[in-house]
């Protein structure tokens, strides 16, 4: 099985190390690793393997881009069905009485949905229909979401990301990261989305530079929780 999923990947290990990054299989051959430390517009981490969120069933494609933004920078875009999929989840879980907050298992993706205010004026219309967004402000969202970001996620939505296909991209921690559910790694489909995760990188990097050294909000953002981080994880 390994050396079968060795030559199904070969075309995107071809890629990779035409790029300068280092491809490697996973332990038990059932999933791939590129790093790419000089990577523009910073070192890039791509991973494909079991799905490490129970909201993308099977297999996921996951990326970080390393930026060194300002770690109050938390911004997201992700499919719209997902998000009122999440939103359902999030509310069942914390109406009950005993728990009156969102603990610390809760991946981020769902604590934003609460936490931050949801940004409902997207420039273009294909956005403001296929994707939710949501942010620390709605001014740094809007600024972020709003040019050569939406141009890219208005194009993805025609075949890359189709209609209720789960996708998530985050500006976090100082990073930029993409999670979407891929069953089959396809290199056309990662050559694409490595594209738009380099594009929402850029458009964060211009939006950070509007944030003080003292941030633009109160602290009691998700700061006030420790995210966790699994062994594999790119978080």
């Known amino acids: 099985m390994t050396r079968a999923n060795a030559a199904r990947w070969r075309p995107i290990q071809e890629w990779a190390e035409a790029r300068g990054a280092e491809f490697n299989q996973s332990g038990d051959g059932q999933g791939f690793l590129i790093e790419h430390p000089k990577a523009l517009p910073g070192p890039l981490r791509i991973e494909w393997g079991v799905s490490q969120r129970s909201y993308l069933p099977g297999s996921e494609l996951r990326m ?21 999929n999440l939103e359902r989840a999030v509310f069942e879980a914390y109406t009950d009485t005993l728990k009156t907050r969102v603990d610390t298992d809760t991946p981020e993706e769902m604590r934003w949905l609460v936490m931050f ?16 967004v949501v942010g620390v402000t709605k001014e740094l969202t809007g ?3 709003d040019g050569e970001l939406s141009e890219a996620l208005a194009q993805a939505s025609q075949d890359l990301l189709p209609e209720g296909h789960p996708f998530v991209l985050m500006s976090m921690r100082g ?5 979407t559910e891929m069953s ?3 290199l056309p489909k990662v050559q694409a989305l490595v594209r738009l995760l380099e594009c929402a990188a850029r458009e964060a990097h211009r939006v950070s530079g509007r944030l003080s050294d003292d941030g633009a ?10 995210p966790s981080t ?3 994880d790119v978080a």
């Open 64 to 84: 970080r881009c390393e930026m060194g933004l300002n770690r109050d920078l938390q911004l997201m875009v992700l499919c719209r069905a997902l998000m009122e």
């Open 117 to 132: 205010p949801k940004f409902n004026n997207a420039a273009s219309q294909i956005v403001r229909q296929r994707f939710g």
């Open 143 to 145: 600024a972020w979401i």
């Open 175 to 179: 990073n930029l990261y993409l999670r």
């Open 184 to 186: 089959e790694p396809d």
């Open 217 to 226: 909000w109160p602290t009691t953002t998700s700061v006030a929780w420790t």
């Open 230 to 232: 699994r062994p594999g």
